[in-house]
């Protein structure tokens, strides 16, 4: 049987993904360099995709424009 990919991750396994302790995702979060949990039924959720598009830098608004 092949596996499911993830789509949304708990805060344990989001801070795993960026090599960071659960505490530092948290204090990132809390800073607002990463965007807050979404709910899911009353668990809280980060979005992976969301999460690669803030790291590659690809979520930066208003910068369309500029090439590299």
Known sequence: ????????????NAARMLDLRPAEFRSLVDQGHLPKPRDIGGF?????????RIIRGEA????GAVQW
């Open 1 to 12: 049987m092949a596996s499911l990919a993830s789509i949304f991750a708990n805060e344990q």
């Open 60 to 63: 930066v608004e208003g910068m």
């Open 44 to 52: 809280p959720r980060w979005d992976i995709e969301e999460l690669r």
